[in-house]
C-alpha cells in the first residue's frame, strides 16, 4: 500500500542532500579534535556547517552551539545564571508561553517554583499585556521562553513584540524556533537565543543548535567535561549528522514553502467541506504547513488508526512523547474543551508532500469520519 506521511511536524523525512552529506561523513568517521589531517577533515565539516546554519539564522558562526537537539538546546538555554557582558548575571524567574513544548514548559535549569507560565488567547498566542505585567511585577532581571511557532497548532508567536517587551523590562529572550526554522526566514529573528533542530527540516535526528545572538552572552554548560564548541558543550561532536544538518539546511530553499503552503490550503478546503471538521488557530498567522483540525464526535485516536490503515501517516494532536494520546496542553491553555481536544488531528506536509498525497489523505479522512458516524448511529 502507498504509505503517505503527514508528519513532517514529529519529524521530516530524510533529505536525499543529507543523507549523502551524512554517508560521505560516516565513511571517514574521524575525531574533529584530533590534530592529523583525518580530524582536520572532520573539523572543516563541523565549522562548515557551522557556518550554514549561522547564515540560516543570520548571526555569526562563533553563536552557534551543536547539541543532541532542540530539547538539550532548551535545556542550555534556560539556565538561572548566565554572563553578560562579563558580569554575572541570575534570574530569578523564567517566564514561558503556556503552549511551549515540554522541554521548555519544565524550565530547563530553573526550579520548578521560578516557572511561570504566560496565558494565551483562544487563537494561542501569547497575551502581551500580561506578559509585560507579569515582567512588570517580577522585580529583577528575567528571562523570558516564547516560541516562534507551535508544534502543534501552527499558529505564530508576535515574537517581534515579545523582544520588544522583554528588552524594556531588561531582559533575556530565548526563543525555541524549531518549526518556523526552514519553513520561513528567521535569519532576522530578534531574540538572544534561538534553538533549532535538524530532524524537523528534513535532516538527521540527534543534532540541534542553539544560536547566542546576543554576542555579549555567555551560557554556563550543561554538559562539563571537555573543550567543544568553545567549552560551552562538552563532548566528542557528532560531525556525520552535523554535515547532514546542513546539507538539510542548504537544501530547504524557502521556494519548496510556496508549494507546501498552496498545498495546505488545498487540503483545508477539502476537510473543511467535510461535516463537522473545523481547523485550530484559523485566525492566527499559522506556519505554511501545519493544519490542526478538530473533528467533532470522532476520538483522534479511532481516526489516526484508521488513517494509518489506509495509508495515511498523521498525528493526534495531543500525541505525546510515550505515543499515547494525552490531554493537550496547548488546546487546553486556548480554552478548547476536553471534548472537541479529543478529536484534534495534526496533518503537517514538507518537502516530500504531493498533490496527491493531500488528495488522497483528504479521501482518507472523509471514509474515517463517515465510517464513525454510521458507527455512532448504528449503536
Ligand atoms: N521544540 C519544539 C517546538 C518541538 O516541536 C520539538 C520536537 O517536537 C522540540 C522542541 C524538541 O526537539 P528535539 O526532538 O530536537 O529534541
Known amino acids: 500500500m502507498r504509505r503517505i506521511y503527514l508528519d513532517h511536524n514529529a519529524s521530516s523525512p530524510l ?19 584530533s590534530v592529523h589531517d583525518e580530524g582536520r577533515q572532520a573539523r572543516f565539516l563541523i565549522e562548515d556547517a557551522r557556518a550554514a546554519v549561522a547564515d540560516a539564522l543570520g548571526t555569526d558562526a562563533e553563536a552557534v552551539i551543536f547539541t543532541s537537539g532542540a530539547t538539550e538546546a532548551n535545556n542550555l538555554a534556560l539556565t538561572p545564571q548566565m554572563t553578560l557582558s562579563g558580569s554575572d548575571v541570575a534570574f530569578e524567574k523564567l517566564f514561558v508561553s503556556a ?7 519544565e524550565g530547563g535549569r530553573f526550579d520548578a517554583g521560578q516557572v511561570f507560565q504566560v496565558p494565551v488567547n483562544s487563537n494561542g498566542i501569547i497575551d502581551l499585556t500580561a ?7 517580577a ?41 518556523l526554522f526552514g519553513r520561513a526566514d528567521i535569519s532576522g529573528l530578534d531574540a538572544d537565543l534561538v534553538t533549532v533542530s535538524s530532524h524537523k527540516i528534513g535532516g538527521p535526528f540527534g543534532v540541534g543548535v542553539l544560536a547566542v545572538r546576543n554576542r555579549g552572552l555567555q551560557i554556563r554548560p550543561l554538559i562539563r ?9 562538552a563532548g566528542t561532536e557528532n560531525a556525520p549528522a552535523i554535515a547532514g544538518f546542513a546539507a538539510a539546511v542548504r537544501s530547504a530553499a524557502l521556494d519548496e514553502i510556496g508549494e507546501i503552503t498552496y498545498m495546505r490550503d488545498a487540503f483545508e478546503t477539502g476537510v473543511s467541506d467535510l461535516p463537522g471538521v473545523s481547523i485550530a488557530g484559523s485566525e492566527a498567522c499559522r506556519l505554511p504547513n501545519t493544519s490542526l483540525i478538530l473533528v467533532d464526535g470522532v ?17 493526534s494532536g495531543s500525541a505525546c512523547s510515550s505515543g499515547k494520546v494525552g490531554q493537550s496542553h496547548v488546546l487546553a491553555a486556548m480554552g478548547v474543551g476536553t471534548g472537541t481536544a479529543a478529536g484534534a488531528l495534526r496533518f503537517s506536509f514538507g518537502w516530500n ?21 454510521d458507527r455512532q448511529s448504528a449503536a
Do not use: W, Y
Open 131 to 137: 506578559l509585560e505585567d507579569m515582567l512588570g511585577s
Open 299 to 315: 476520538g483522534a485516536e479511532t481516526a489516526l488508526i484508521g488513517l494509518d490503515l489506509q495509508g495515511v501517516a498523521v498525528s
Open 353 to 373: 508532500t504531493t498533490m496527491d498525497d493531500i488528495n488522497d489523505a483528504v479521501r482518507a479522512l472523509e471514509r474515517v469520519i463517515s465510517r464513525a458516524r
Open 99 to 105: 503552549v511551549e513544548h515540554p522541554c521548555v514548559l
Open 225 to 233: 567535561g571537555g573543550g567543544q564548541e568553545r567549552n560551552q558543550r
Open 139 to 179: 522585580g529583577g532581571r528575567a528571562l523570558v521562553s516564547v516560541m516562534a511557532a507551535n508544534n502543534e497548532t501552527g499558529v505564530l508567536q508576535p515574537v517581534e513584540d515579545v523582544a520588544r517587551i522583554v528588552r524594556e523590562k531588561g531582559g533575556i529572550f530565548h526563543c525555541d524556533a524549531v518549526q
Open 15 to 33: 533529505r536525499p542532500s543529507a543523507r549523502d552529506a551524512m554517508i560521505a561523513a560516516l565513511e571517514k568517521g574521524m575525531n574533529a579534535s
